[in-house]
């Protein structure tokens, strides 16, 4: 169990975010009380810090958890009007749906400038029969999702599905629909320069290192899957760092040309 909440502090320029279901949330991970580090967020945070104490990155970064447990790739779709089913009262209120929540104008993470991406893991614990074990159900909300964020400019890292799916399910023994959905969104991350793969969650090296659960990981879990996402991590973090400095750097020569011009000016009207 892990409380919703986070501690404020001093705002950052550069930012990433974790978006999606239990697993992006880090459920089965230990956490403190009032923590929103769990999973990959906080062994993200740790390696950021690490890089920018040795200067491998130039900026200060921040990692935010907006994970929601058990939720849906359509509870995460921009155009839904369908709240979680657990936990929906930390949505602030008049929110839409959990993409509003996040992205809305103003709020902490809305200007963040790298997504990742971890939902539709949880499309197929529905029973038999439910939409979400279907194909296309995954990929047209995962697909809305990517491409609204890659349209506000975002940076965005889509993970592959863990396969969590029920005993009953008609692919037992089989990846089946679950890879199908997997194999769908290469088109992503090859249609768009901004969209990249995140880690492959269905890897059998991820069955090994579940929560009790059966569905969500324990910490190796965790290690495992920031260790695999931390690389493209980096190459996001470098490319949002030099998009910084160069306009800080065309500002500051802006600034100098106006210095530059006003003191002309002056000489000439003496």
């Not at 991970?29 to 491998?56: H, P």
């Not at 800080?248 to 600034?255: Q, S, Y």
Request: aromatic share 8%; net charge neutral; charged share 30%.
């Amino acid at each position: 169990m892990r409380a919703y909440g986070e501690v404020l502090r001093v705002e950052t320029e550069c930012k990433v975010v974790v978006i999606g279901d239990g697993l992006a949330l880090g459920f089965g991970d230990f956490v403190t009380f009032y923590s929103k580090q769990a999973g990959v967020t906080r062994r993200f945070q740790t390696s950021l810090n690490a890089a920018t104490d040795v200067r491998t990155l130039a900026l200060k970064w921040r990692v935010f958890n907006r994970g929601h447990f058990a939720t849906t790739s359509e509870n995460w779709t921009p155009s839904t009007e369908h709240l979680p089913a657990f936990h929906s009262f930390v949505l602030r209120p008049g929110s839409k749906n959990l993409f509003e929540h996040t992205f809305r104008s103003g709020g902490v993470v809305s200007d963040a400038q790298i997504v990742v991406v971890i939902v539709g893991t949880m499309d197929c614990r529905g029973p038999p029969g439910s939409p979400g074990r279907e194909i296309e159900y995954t990929v047209q909300h995962v697909t809305e999702l990517v491409e609204e964020l890659q349209k506000r400019g975002k940076y965005v890292m889509l993970c592959q599905l863990h396969d969590a799916r029920r005993d009953d399910d008609a692919d037992v023994g089989f990846i089946g629909r679950h890879h199908q959905k997997n194999t769908k969104f290469e088109r992503l991350w090859k249609k768009y320069d901004r969209v990249c793969e995140g880690a492959n969650l269905t890897h059998v090296k991820f069955h090994i290192h579940r929560h009790p659960d059966g569905v969500h990981f324990g910490s190796t879990g965790y290690d495992i899957a920031a260790e695999d996402m931390l690389p493209k991590l980096f190459e996001m973090c470098e490319k949002v760092e030099s998009n910084i400095l160069m306009k800080r750097r065309n500002k500051a020569l802006a600034e100098l040309a106006v210095e530059a011009e006003e003191e002309r000016q002056l000489k000439k009207d003496k």
